[in-house]
């Protein structure tokens, strides 16, 4: 099995270190969507990683399926409750996560562009998501170990991967004075092997 993406983005780190709590082996192909060579259309119509190419060649895509499937084919380190409650509030943790780094995402994007093409607008209103869910997740959390209670879960590793990406991109925005909870929770986390082993790098 092949594993498709960057090593700047936090969807594919996602998957990587899900894949890593469970166990399971694959193979790490580096491709980077923006740039001019990639192939990732060829493995997913819509130009975007993660891709997960199984056994047989069939693909999977986007990485909240991709490590729904990782956790139903491995018994090891269970990461999804499988009680319908507790599990979909896990995967709306996922979504929360994954939904700051889309909108962090866009406005990297968006700066990238030549200054009198970027949209003010456009930038304060993603930036007002994301802040808007950084205060969510911080208020959920309160005072427990784990995003869920006292049970690591996928909603740990995407909230993490979510505070990753922002410390990378975004070092000026300084989410941990705001909101100590979720800086203690990504200290805990960074203590992970497997966290430590995917840091993003670019
Ligand atoms: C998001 C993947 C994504 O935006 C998922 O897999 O969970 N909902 C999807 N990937 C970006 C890289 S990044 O920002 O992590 C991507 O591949 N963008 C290329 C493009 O053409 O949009």
Same mark, same amino acid.
């Given at each position: 099995?092949?594993?498709?993406?960057?090593?700047?983005?936090?969807?594919?780190? @996602?998957?990587?270190?899900?894949?890593?709590?469970?166990?399971?082996?694959?193979?790490?192909?580096?491709?980077?969507?923006?740039?001019?060579? &990639?192939?990732?259309?060829?493995?997913?119509?819509?130009?975007?990683?993660?891709?997960?190419?199984?056994?047989?060649?069939?693909?999977?895509?986007?990485?909240?399926?991709?490590?729904?499937?990782?956790?139903?084919?491995?018994?090891?380190?269970?990461?999804?409750?499988?009680?319908?409650?507790?599990?979909?509030?896990? @995967?709306?943790?996922?979504?929360?996560?994954?939904?700051?780094?889309?909108?962090?995402?866009?406005?990297?994007?968006?700066?990238?562009?030549?200054?009198?093409?970027?949209?003010?607008?456009?930038?304060?209103?993603?930036?007002?998501?994301?802040?808007?869910?950084?205060?969510?997740?911080?208020?959920?959390?309160?005072?427990?170990?784990?995003? &869920?209670?006292?049970?690591?879960?996928?909603?740990?590793?995407?909230?993490?991967?979510?505070?990753?990406?922002?410390?990378?991109?975004?070092?000026?925005?300084?989410?941990?004075?705001?909101?100590?909870?979720?800086?203690?929770?990504?200290?805990?986390?960074?203590?992970?092997?497997?966290?430590?082993? &995917?840091?993003?790098?670019?």
């Amino acid at each position: 099995m092949q594993l498709i993406g960057s090593l700047t983005s936090p969807f594919v780190r @996602k998957v990587r270190i899900v894949a890593a709590e469970k166990y399971i082996d694959y193979e790490l192909v580096v491709d980077v969507p923006w740039s001019e060579d &990639t192939q990732v259309p060829d493995f997913n119509p819509l130009g975007k990683v993660p891709v997960w190419v199984m056994e047989d060649g069939k693909t999977l895509f986007d990485s909240r399926v991709i490590v729904e499937y990782l956790d139903s084919i491995s018994p090891a380190g269970h990461v999804m409750p499988k009680e319908p409650r507790p599990r979909i509030l896990v @995967k709306r943790w996922e979504a929360l996560a994954d939904g700051i780094c889309d909108a962090a995402a866009l406005i990297f994007m968006e700066k990238k562009r030549p200054a009198g093409q970027q949209s003010p607008d456009w930038i304060r209103r993603q930036l007002g998501k994301l802040h808007a869910g950084l205060r969510v997740m911080s208020e959920d959390l309160g005072q427990l170990n784990w995003c &869920t209670g006292e049970v690591f879960t996928l909603a740990d590793i995407a909230v993490g991967c979510t505070l990753g990406y922002l410390e990378f991109r975004f070092p000026e925005l300084d989410w941990r004075r705001a909101h100590p909870n979720l800086s203690e929770l990504f200290d805990r986390l960074m203590q992970r092997p497997t966290f430590k082993d &995917t840091v993003p790098v670019g």
